[in-house]
C-alpha cells in the first residue's frame, strides 16, 4: 500500500505561485508513475500533468503547458508541482495519484490517491 499526502494548497492571486508537494509513505514510489489531477467545484477531476518513475519524462495539459512544472525526488519519496502564473481557472482542489509501472492519463487507471489539497486563485 502507498499512502499519498498532498500539501501547499492555499489562497493566492492571479499571478502568484505555489508549490504543492504530495509525499508518500508505505513503500517506496521510485518505480510509479505520478499524476497531479484537480477538480474545479461540481466538475470532473481532470489531468494535470504527469512524470514517468525516473522524472524523464512528463505530460502537461495544455490548459497548463508553460505555467506548471511537475517534478519528483524519489530519495525523498516526494513528488512537486510548481504552479506559476496563477489564473482564477486554476482553483480547484488538486490531487496526486501513483500507478505502478506504466504512465496514463486516465485518470481509473491509477492505484493510490491523496486527499487533495485546495487551491484558490483570487481575481
Known amino acids: 500500500q502507498v499512502q499519498l499526502v498532498e500539501s501547499g494548497g492555499g489562497l493566492v492571486q492571479a499571478g502568484g505561485s505555489l508549490r504543492l508537494s504530495c509525499t508518500a509513505s508505505?513503500?517506496?514510489?521510485?518505480?510509479?508513475?505520478m499524476g497531479w489531477f484537480r477538480q474545479p467545484p461540481g466538475e470532473e477531476r481532470d489531468l494535470v500533468t504527469t512524470i514517468n518513475w525516473s522524472g524523464g519524462s512528463t505530460y502537461y495539459a495544455d490548459s497548463v503547458k508553460g505555467r506548471f512544472t511537475i517534478s519528483r525526488d524519489n530519495a525523498k519519496n516526494t513528488v512537486y508541482l510548481q504552479m506559476n502564473s496563477l489564473k482564477p481557472e486554476d482553483t480547484a482542489v488538486y490531487y496526486c495519484a501513483a500507478r505502478l509501472l506504466y504512465g496514463s492519463r486516465n485518470r481509473n487507471e491509477y492505484d493510490y490517491w491523496g486527499q487533495g489539497t485546495q487551491v484558490t486563485v483570487s481575481s
Open positions: 508505505g513503500r517506496t514510489i521510485s518505480n510509479y508513475n
